[in-house]
C-alpha cells in the first residue's frame, strides 16, 4: 500500500506538475526531481502543439496577464482606498460593508468578523502576483490592525477558509521570502501567532457530542458561553464540517500544536461514518449532536463540494492514504450517480438512482479541477464544456442553471470556480483552448461586473444588474487561478508546484507532509474495498488514456460544443455518420426515424468503407436530417396567403422556406410589374379595338395628362402604361370582388410583388410517397402533401414531375404550430437537388388544417406562396392586416370595400375626366 501511495502522490504531481513526489518519494534525489521536471515540461510542450489551431503567442499570454494584474490593482486598490479595514468593499457605493451599519443579509454576513476579512483573504494573491512591496505593506497593516478577538458570531467553515487560510498562506509565503534573505528579514513569524490564535477561537465550535462542529462561533465568546449569542443550532452543512482538514492540520504542523489536525479529522471520521453505506454518498445537511443526516440530497456542489476536495487534497498534503481511500469510494459513488456527463446531478443519498432536481449550482464548477487532480480527464473535459457553454450563453455561470442551461437562480457572486477548474484543465492538458476560455473570463469581467470602485457582482445574469458586494474570494480565487493561467512556469517567483491549493486558493507547501510528524490517526474502520479502476492506484497519464491521440481534449469537447445552442457553427452539415445499436432484424428504428424525416443509409450504400462497426448489432449508418433549425442561421418566414373568395387575402400562414426549389427570397417570380403593366395594357387595347373605341371606357390618366398638357411623349406612353394597367386591374377586381370569380390577378398589388400563385390541391397519396395518383389533377396547381415516409427532396421531385408548379408541405405532428414551434429551413436528401425547382414552403399542422379545411369548404382556393414580409396589404394598407400568424376570414366586409379603392378612385378620376371634357 505504501509504494501505492507514493505512486499516486507522483501521478498528481505528474498531472499538476506539483512537486510532492520530491518531498517524498524523491526527497534527496535533485537530479531524478529534475528529470521529472523537464519531462512534463518536454510532454506538455508537445501536446500544446498538437492542439487545435488556438495557439497563444507568448506575447498575447502576456498582454493578457499585465491586464489581469490591472484589474487586481483596480479591485485591490479600490478595496484600500474606499473599504479597508472594513471586511468587504461595497463597490457600487464604495465604501466598505461594515457588519451591524448595513442591513444585515442573513448568512451572508457570517463571513465577516470585522477582521479585514478582505486584506486577510488577499495577502498570498499579492505574492503570486509578484507584488511584493504590496505584501510587504499588507502584511504590516494586518499585524497592526487586525483583531481576532471582537464580539461577532462567524461561520466556522468561512472563517476558516478565508482567514486562517489567508494568515498561514501570508504565513508560507513570508517564511519562503524570508528565507530567500532578500524581503521580510522583519518577520517574527506573526502571522503564524495570528493564526494560531484564530485557530483557538475556532476551537469552541467542536465541542459537541459527535464531533463535528457548531456553524458558527462567537470570536470572543466561544460558542456556550452566555454571551456568545450562538450554540443553538443542531445542524451544519457537510462541506462545513468536512473542510477544515487543510487548515487545521497545516497549523498544527507548523506550530506543533496537534490539537487542531485532531479535531479536524475527528469531523471527517464521523462524515465517513455516516455515509449511507448502500451508496457511498453524503446528504448535505447533518445534525451535529447525533449525526443524523438532515438533508439527504447528494451532489457535489453546495452544501457537500469541497468535502470531497479536502479529502483529495488531505492525501496530497499530508500523505496519509485513508483520505484517499475515502475520496475513492465517494468519488466512485459520484461517477455511478450524480455524474451523467456533462450534468452533474443531485440524486438522494438513499435512493441514488433519482436525480432529486433538474438543476445545477455553480459552485459544482470547482468540480472538474478535482477530477484532474483525481486524473479523471475526459469527465473533467465534458462537464468543463458544458459550463463553458453556459458562460457563453448568461455571459457568466448563474448561481443555478436547469439542465436544459436555463437560468434557475441569476446571481453571479464573481465566483472563481469555473476559472480555478480552466487553470487545472490547462495544467493538465496544455491545450490552448483552455487560455482562450480564460480569456473570455477577463473580458466579461471588464465587461459586465466592472465599476469605478472596483468590481460588483452580477444580480442577474439576465439583466446584468449589479448588487453592491464584492466578495474576498473574488480577490483570493479569481486573480490567482487567472494569472497563473496565463504565467509561465518561470515567470513566477517560485515554483508554484510546491504548494497545493486550499479550498480558498492559499497556498499550503507540500512539504508538510514529512517536515512534521502526522497526527496520529484514531481507530477509524477501515473503508470498504473501492471498486478500483484504471486511475485508483495508477498514474492517469493522457498516453494511457488517449493514445496517440494529441487532440484527445477536442475530440471529447466536440460532442458537447453546442449544448446551449450557442455558437453554433454557420452552415451546419446535415449529414452526419453515426453508430446505431440495431438488432440483427429491427430495422424498426430506421422505419421510425424516417418517419420523421430522417434517412439512414448504411455507409457503405453512401460509398463509405467501414459498414459495420466493431461490435455486432451497431450498424454505421449515414444520418441525413432534413430540416435544420440554427439559432444563427436565420430562417426567413414565409408565407401561405390565401387570396380567392372569401379569404381575400386575410388569411394568412406563415411558412418555412426550403433551402432547394425555387428561392421565393431572392428571386422574382410570377408576373412581374413591367409584364403586368403590359399585359393590362395590351387586354386594354384590345379592349378599345373590340369595343370600337368610342365605347371603350376611357383611359382616365390619359384625360388628366391631356388636360396637364404632357405633350413630351415618352413621358405620356409610360404614364399611359400605368394608368392603363392600373385601370384594367382595377376594373377586373371589382368585377370580380361583385361576381365572386376569381381574379386574374390575385388583387391589385399582387403584380408588383415576386409570388407564387395557383389554387391547391391535395396530393394523392396524401404523402407523395409513392406514384402520385392525380397528376392529372394536379398539373398547374400547388400540391399540398403531408410530411413524412419519405425525405421532402423526394416528394418534391414526384409533384414536380406530376406538373405540380408548387409544393406546401404540411406537418404530421399533431398540434404544431408556427407561434410555439421555431421555424425551421427544410433541406435535402444530402445528394444534389438543383433539379427541383419549383417553389416549397413547410406549414404546421395547425396552419396546414386551417388550409386543407378551406380545401373542404371551398372546391377552390387560390393562394399565393411569398416572404412574410410582403404579405398582400400588409404595407399598402388596403385591406386590414394582421400581425398574428395566422388571419382568419371574418365577415366584416370592410376590406372588401378596401379592395375596391384604386376602382373607385379611377371611376371618380373618370367621371370628373368626364365632365370636365364635356
Ligand atoms: C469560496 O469561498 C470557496 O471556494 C468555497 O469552498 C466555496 N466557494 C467560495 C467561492 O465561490
Given at each position: ?6 505512486y499516486t502522490i507522483t501521478c498528481w504531481r505528474q498531472l499538476c506538475l506539483c512537486s510532492i513526489c520530491i518531498y517524498?518519494t524523491f526527497?534527496?534525489s535533485p537530479g531524478i526531481s529534475m528529470m521529472l521536471r523537464a519531462l512534463l515540461l518536454t510532454s506538455l510542450l508537445s501536446w500544446a502543439n498538437g ?321 484532474v487532480l483525481?486524473g479523471?480527464l ?45 487553470y487545472y484543465l490547462y495544467k493538465a492538458t496544455g491545450d ?52 497563473l493561467?496565463?504565467s509561465e512556469k518561470n515567470?513566477l517567483?517560485?515554483d508554484i508546484d510546491d ?11 507540500v ?28 498514474c492517469p497519464s493522457t498516453q494511457t488514456l488517449?493514445?496517440?491521440?494529441p ?368
Amino acid at each position: 500500500m505504501e509504494s501505492r501511495v507514493h505512486y499516486t502522490i507522483t501521478c498528481w504531481r505528474q498531472l499538476c506538475l506539483c512537486s510532492i513526489c520530491i518531498y517524498t518519494t524523491f526527497q534527496g534525489s535533485p537530479g531524478i526531481s529534475m528529470m521529472l521536471r523537464a519531462l512534463l515540461l518536454t510532454s506538455l510542450l508537445s501536446w500544446a502543439n498538437g492542439q487545435e489551431g488556438l495557439t497563444m503567442l507568448p506575447e498575447e499570454k502576456s498582454k493578457i496577464r499585465d491586464q489581469i494584474v490591472e484589474m487586481f490593482d483596480h479591485a485591490y486598490g479600490s478595496y484600500m482606498k474606499y473599504a479597508y479595514p472594513a471586511d468587504e468593499l461595497m463597490p457600487l457605493s464604495c465604501r466598505g460593508r461594515v457588519r451591524g451599519l448595513e442591513p444585515n443579509r442573513g448568512d451572508i454576513d457570517d463571513s465577516l468578523g470585522k477582521f479585514s476579512l478582505t486584506l486577510v483573504d488577499t495577502l498570498d494573491t499579492l505574492v503570486v502576483l509578484n507584488k511584493l512591496d504590496e505584501f510587504e505593506d499588507a502584511v504590516r497593516r494586518t499585524l497592526r490592525d487586525v483583531r481576532l478577538d471582537n464580539d461577532v458570531v462567524v461561520s466556522v467553515f468561512e472563517t476558516n477558509i478565508r482567514v486562517l487560510g489567508g494568515l498561514l498562506g501570508a504565513h508560507v509565503m513570508a517564511d519562503m521570502l524570508r528565507q530567500r534573505g532578500e524581503r521580510m528579514q522583519w518577520y517574527r513569524d506573526e502571522l503564524l501567532h495570528m493564526a494560531k490564535e484564530l485557530g483557538h477561537r475556532l476551537l469552541p465550535a467542536f465541542n459537541t457530542s459527535s464531533g463535528l462542529p457548531y456553524p458558527r462561533v462567537n470570536l470572543r465568546y466561544g460558542v456556550l458561553n452566555p454571551l456568545s449569542r450562538t450554540g443553538t443550532e443542531s445542524d451544519t452543512c457537510t462541506a462545513c464540517a468536512g473542510t477544515m482538514i487543510l487548515e487545521f492540520a497545516a497549523l498544527s504542523r507548523l506550530s506543533g500544536e496537534a490539537v487542531f489536525e485532531e479535531h479536524a479529522r475527528k469531523a471527517l471520521d464521523v462524515l465517513w461514518e455516516k455515509r449511507q453505506r448502500g451508496s457511498d454518498l453524503v446528504g448535505t445537511v447533518i445534525n451535529i449532536h447525533n449525526g443524523d443526516w438532515v438533508r439527504r440530497d447528494s451532489g457535489v456542489g453546495a452544501g457537500i463540494d469541497s468535502y470531497y476536495e479536502y479529502l483529495m487534497k488531505a492525501y496530497i498534503l499530508l500523505g496519509d492514504n485513508v483520505y484517499l481511500e475515502r475520496f475513492n469510494t465517494h468519488y466512485s459513488a459520484i461517477m455511478k450517480y450524480i455524474s451523467q456527463p456533462p450534468l452533474l446531478l443531485n440524486v438522494h443519498m438513499h435512493n441514488p438512482t433519482v436525480s432529486v432536481r433538474s438543476w445545477m449550482d455553480s459552485l459544482l464548477a470547482f468540480f472538474p479541477g478535482l477530477q484532474v487532480l483525481r486524473g479523471d480527464l475526459k469527465p473533467a473535459i465534458e462537464t468543463h464544456e458544458m459550463l463553458y457553454q453556459v458562460t457563453k450563453q448568461h455571459k457568466f455561470l448563474p448561481e443555478a442553471f436547469t439542465t436544459e442551461f436555463r437560468v434557475h437562480w441569476g446571481q453571479h457572486p464573481l465566483r472563481p470556480e469555473f476559472a480555478e477548474s480552466t487553470y487545472y484543465l490547462y495544467k493538465a492538458t496544455g491545450d490552448p483552448y483552455y487560455l482562450r476560455v480564460g480569456q473570455s473570463i477577463v473580458e466579461k469581467l471588464n465587461a459586465h461586473a466592472r465599476v469605478p470602485c472596483g468590481f460588483a457582482a452580477v444580480q442577474d445574469v439576465r439583466t446584468g444588474t449589479h448588487e453592491d458586494r464584492m466578495d474576498s474570494f473574488f480577490l483570493a480565487e479569481m486573480f490567482k487561478y487567472l494569472y497563473l493561467l496565463f504565467s509561465e512556469k518561470n515567470q513566477l517567483h517560485f515554483d508554484i508546484d510546491d504548494y497545493i491549493f486550499t479550498t480558498e486558493a492559499h497556498l499550503l507547501p507540500v512539504s508538510l507532509s514529512t517536515s512534521q510528524p502526522p497526527c496520529r490517526g484514531n481507530n477509524t474502520e477501515a473503508p470498504t474495498a473501492v471498486e478500483e479502476d484504471l486511475f485508483t492506484y495508477s498514474c492517469p497519464s493522457t498516453q494511457t488514456l488517449f493514445p496517440n491521440n494529441p487532440s484527445f481534449a477536442k475530440t471529447i469537447r466536440d460532442s458537447y460544443k453546442y449544448l446551449t445552442g450557442v455558437g453554433r457553427a454557420f452552415h451546419a452539415s446535415p449529414d452526419r455518420g453515426i453508430e446505431l445499436p440495431l438488432h440483427d432484424h429491427g430495422m424498426e428504428p430506421v422505419e421510425f426515424l424516417r418517419s420523421m424525416g430522417i434517412s439512414l443509409t448504411p455507409l457503405n450504400e453512401a460509398g463509405a468503407t467501414e459498414t459495420h462497426g466493431a461490435h455486432e448489432g451497431v450498424y454505421r449508418v449515414k444520418l441525413v436530417a432534413e430540416v435544420t433549425q440554427t439559432p444563427e442561421e436565420e430562417v426567413v418566414p414565409l408565407i401561405v396567403q390565401l387570396i380567392s373568395p372569401p379569404y381575400l387575402g386575410r388569411m394568412v400562414l406563415t411558412a418555412g422556406p426550403a433551402k432547394f426549389g425555387m428561392d421565393l427570397i431572392k428571386q422574382e417570380h410570377g408576373v412581374s410589374f413591367l409584364e403586368s403593366c403590359i399585359y393590362l395594357y395590351l387586354l386594354y387595347m384590345s379592349l378599345r379595338i373590340l369595343i370600337k373605341d368610342r365605347h371603350a371606357p376611357p383611359n382616365p390618366l390619359k384625360c388628366i395628362t391631356q388636360r396637364l398638357k404632357f405633350k413630351y411623349l415618352p413621358m405620356s406612353a409610360f404614364v399611359l402604361y400605368i394608368s392603363g394597367a392600373l385601370w384594367m386591374s382595377a376594373c377586373v377586381t371589382t368585377v370580380c370582388i361583385f361576381t365572386g370569380i376569381s381574379p386574374p390577378f390575385s388583387l391589385t398589388h399582387a403584380m408588383f410583388l415576386s409570388q407564387v400563385k395557383g389554387s391547391i390541391v391535395k396530393t394523392s397519396p396524401y404523402t407523395a410517397c409513392g406514384p402520385i395518383e392525380n397528376a392529372q389533377e394536379l398539373s398547374g396547381h400547388i400540391a399540398l402533401a403531408l410530411r413524412g415516409d419519405c425525405m421532402f427532396a423526394a416528394k418534391a421531385r414526384r409533384l414536380q414531375e406530376a406538373g405540380a408548379i408548387g409544393v406546401i408541405f404540411i406537418d404530421h405532428r399533431e398540434g404544431s404550430n408556427s407561434a410555439e414551434t421555431p421555424l425551421f429551413q427544410m433541406v435535402g436528401d444530402g445528394g444534389p437537388t438543383a433539379d427541383i425547382t419549383i417553389p416549397l414552403v413547410f406549414l404546421f399542422s395547425q396552419e396546414g388544417a386551417l388550409l386543407t379545411s378551406a380545401l373542404e369548404d371551398h372546391s377552390n382556393v387560390d393562394v399565393l406562396m411569398l416572404p412574410k414580409e410582403r404579405q398582400l396589404g400588409k404595407r399598402g394598407g388596403l385591406w386590414s392586416s394582421g400581425q398574428s400568424n395566422i388571419m382568419l376570414p371574418t365577415e366584416d366586409q370592410g376590406s372588401i370595400t378596401a379592395s375596391m379603392l384604386p376602382a373607385v378612385l379611377q371611376f371618380a378620376c373618370l367621371l370628373i375626366c368626364r365632365q370636365q371634357s364635356k
